[in-house]
């Protein structure tokens, strides 16, 4: 099954609240990070954590390993069950991460290439297929790959094998849903169900693509 995970940068501690409950029964993960805990503050990962979805740490951390390891200790200790980090900082602090996250029970993705235009300034060219490497060097659990670029992401498929895909950049950032559902573990969804007049039927209508998982292995 591809997975529906809602990336949830609203601003306020009640409008994450108040979406989390409508979109839910059409969610299979939450995905927070700097706009909506800069807002609410980190007890709102507590919050969201209670409502029984996994809730994922994009805080796509990038540091030395020691501050790599506080940030993902002090992540896994508000009730995230994963967290997303970068691979350009190199082996030993992507480890970091991973052994902290595994320590917890929990996961660690890695992003290999980004969604947004600007992204292939610095990782076309090798930096994603190399990170790619790393990813299955260090036990990670998946990575990030753009739902922007479809053939990139069946490319790095071909590099990680079974690992998980979560894919952002469907919907506001142009990524067709049918033309990723299929090569990726999950979907990420922000703008197009937050800020839809309707939250809950934007998500049912992103629910319809979790069907399609292994249809483009
Ligand atoms: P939208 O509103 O564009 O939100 O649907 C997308 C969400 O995903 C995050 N994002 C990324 N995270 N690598 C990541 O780790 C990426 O390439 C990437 N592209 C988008 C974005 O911050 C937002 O939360």
């Given at each position: 099954m591809t997975?529906v995970?809602?990336a949830l940068?609203v601003g306020t501690?009640?409008?994450?609240?108040s979406?989390?409950?409508?979109t839910?029964?059409?969610l299979?993960a939450?995905?927070?990070?700097y706009?909506?805990v800069?807002a609410?503050?980190?007890t709102?990962?507590?919050?969201?954590s209670?409502g029984?979805?996994?809730?994922?740490?994009?805080?796509?951390?990038?540091?030395?390993p020691?501050?790599?390891?506080?940030?993902?200790?002090?992540?896994?200790?508000?009730g995230?069950?994963?967290?997303i980090?970068h691979g350009?900082?190199?082996r030993?602090?992507v480890l970091?991460c991973?052994d902290?996250?595994h320590?917890?029970?929990g996961?660690?993705?890695?992003?290999?290439e980004?969604?947004?235009?600007g992204?292939?300034?610095?990782?076309?060219?090798?930096i994603?297929?190399r990170?790619?490497?790393?990813?299955?060097?260090t036990?990670?659990d998946g990575?990030?790959a753009?739902?922007?670029r479809?053939?990139?992401t069946q490319?790095?498929?071909?590099?990680i094998?079974t690992r998980?895909?979560?894919s952002?950049?469907v919907?506001?950032?142009g990524?067709d849903?049918s033309a990723i559902?299929g090569?990726?573990d999950?979907?990420i969804?922000?703008?197009a169900i937050?800020?839809?007049?309707?939250p809950?039927?934007?998500?049912?209508?992103?629910?319809q693509?979790r069907?399609?998982?292994?249809?483009?292995?």
């Amino acid at each position: 099954m591809t997975e529906v995970i809602l990336a949830l940068d609203v601003g306020t501690r009640d409008a994450a609240v108040s979406i989390a409950e409508k979109t839910g029964p059409y969610l299979d993960a939450i995905k927070i990070g700097y706009p909506l805990v800069l807002a609410a503050g980190l007890t709102i990962a507590d919050e969201l954590s209670a409502g029984g979805l996994p809730l994922i740490a994009d805080f796509k951390v990038a540091d030395i390993p020691n501050t790599s390891r506080l940030i993902a200790e002090e992540v896994f200790s508000h009730g995230f069950s994963g967290i997303i980090c970068h691979g350009f900082v190199g082996r030993d602090s992507v480890l970091a991460c991973v052994d902290t996250a595994h320590d917890h029970g929990g996961e660690c993705y890695v992003v290999t290439e980004m969604s947004h235009p600007g992204a292939v300034d610095f990782f076309h060219g090798g930096i994603a297929e190399r990170i790619a490497a790393l990813v299955c060097e260090t036990g990670a659990d998946g990575i990030i790959a753009p739902a922007t670029r479809p053939e990139r992401t069946q490319m790095l498929r071909t590099l990680i094998g079974t690992r998980k895909i979560l894919s952002p950049g469907v919907g506001a950032q142009g990524g067709d849903p049918s033309a990723i559902a299929g090569i990726v573990d999950g979907i990420i969804v922000g703008r197009a169900i937050y800020e839809s007049a309707d939250p809950a039927g934007a998500a049912q209508q992103y629910a319809q693509f979790r069907s399609l998982r292994g249809t483009n292995p």
